[in-house]
Every structure is written in C-alpha cells, then in structure tokens.
C-alpha cells in the first residue's frame, strides 16, 4: 500500500519562474492538503483539495494556486517566485475533508536562487 | 501570536535520560497531533489525541484539555530519536492543521 509520494523530491529554480510540484495521496484518500515550511519554522497551510475543488485556503497569496484530479492526485503551482518561496512543500492526504488524522508526503524542498 | 506553541525550542540529552517536549495552545480544538519529522523532512504521526494518555513503546503522550496542554514524553532516549518534534491541533469545527514550530531533540550517546 503506496503512502503519499510527492514529486520531485528537490528543484531549483529562479525568481520569477513557475513551478509545479505533485502529490499523489495515499490509496483510498480523497482529500489533499498542502503546507509550506520554511526552515527552523512549522509547516503552514496553504490549501486543502476535495472533490477536486479547494475547500479551504490559509494566507497565502494568488500566485500559489492548486488543482486536484479525478483520481485524488494534486499539483501545487506557484508563479513569479520569490526567494521567499524557498521552502519544504509538504503534501499530506486523508480520507474525507472533515478528517482529523492525515499522512504526510516526504516534501519536495524547493530553493529560489 | 501563533496558536500553538512548543517549549523547548531545542533540547540535547545524552541517551537514556527522560525527556519531555511540551506544547500549548489557546483555540479549541478537536484534535491534537505530536509528529516526528527527521533530517530530509518526512512526517510520521506519532500520537492523535482528544483526551487523557497514549503510550506507545518509550513514547507517551498527555494532553489535559482544560489546561490546553500537552506534553511528549520520551523514556530512555537514544540516539535515533533525535528529530524535531512537532504538535500540531485541529480547531474545533476544522480539519485544518495549526503548527507548533517544533523542538529540536538531539540526544547524544
């Protein structure tokens, strides 16, 4: 039974690109949540995907944006990066929204040179 | 401020002594987390709790809901339990996660 796996596990890119990081959830989950976490700091939400819908959002801006599949998985965009961007995206799944239990992805450790 | 938060932010204990991370928060909650999270960042849930004790091996987790209080308790630690710890609470009438900013543990041999 595959866990959350994320993709890909490192990326560098420059300010002012776009990057697309993905997440497929856990077999038998339906839901994706995505956090940011910048180092020495806990993750922080960014936003939750069910029923291919967000169904919330934590304060991120616009250039952050999602998309779930029909099948579960889940892309994390972010457009015109910051170095502030720099991060470890965490992607965790659960099964229904309203779940309190979630299994976390390895991260993908984005630097914004 | 942030909702949760975590006490010590980092901590160093030579193997075998008792060790306790603690973790306070100030919103009601349905749920708390303690996770692990090693070097490289993957997460493991440890502990889910709503109320009284958990134990699992050396590990053992408390949490008082009046006092919006928990804390991890580690016996008899050893080198591989060197991480960061993590609480982590659901708010009541949630399913989002909040974040302590975790404890460092190193424990030396």
């Known amino acids: 039974d595959a866990g959350v796996t994320q993709s890909p596990t490192h990326l560098i890119k420059t300010r002012g690109q776009q990057v697309t990081l993905r997440c497929s959830p856990k077999s038998g989950h339906d839901t994706v949540s995505w956090y940011q976490q910048a180092l020495g700091q806990g993750p922080q939400f960014i936003f939750q995907?069910?029923?291919?819908?967000?169904?919330q959002r934590g304060n991120f801006p616009d250039r952050f944006s999602g998309h779930q599949f029909p099948n579960y998985s889940s892309e994390l965009n972010v457009n015109a990066l910051l170095l502030g961007d720099s991060a470890l995206y965490l992607c965790?799944?659960?099964?229904?929204?309203?779940?309190?239990?979630?299994?976390f992805g390895p991260g993908t450790r984005l630097l914004v040179l | 401020k942030n909702e949760v938060e975590q006490s010590p932010q980092n901590l160093t204990a030579q193997e075998g002594e008792f060790i306790t991370i603690n973790c306070s928060y100030s919103v009601g909650i349905s749920a708390l987390h303690w996770l692990q999270q090693h070097p490289g960042g993957g997460i493991v849930s440890l502990f889910m709790?709503?109320?009284g004790k958990k134990k699992h091996g050396r590990l053992i987790a408390t949490i008082n809901i009046q006092e919006k209080h928990s804390s991890l308790h580690i016996t008899a630690s050893h080198p591989r339990d060197s991480a960061v710890y993590i609480c982590?609470?659901?708010?009541?009438?949630?399913?989002?996660?909040?974040f302590g900013t975790g404890t460092s543990l190193t424990v030396i041999p």
């Open positions: 995907y069910y029923e291919e819908e967000e169904r």
């Open positions: 965790a799944s659960s099964y229904l929204a309203g779940a309190k239990t979630q299994y």
């Open positions: 982590a609470v659901i708010r009541r009438n949630g399913n989002q996660f909040y």
């Open positions: 709790l709503s109320s």
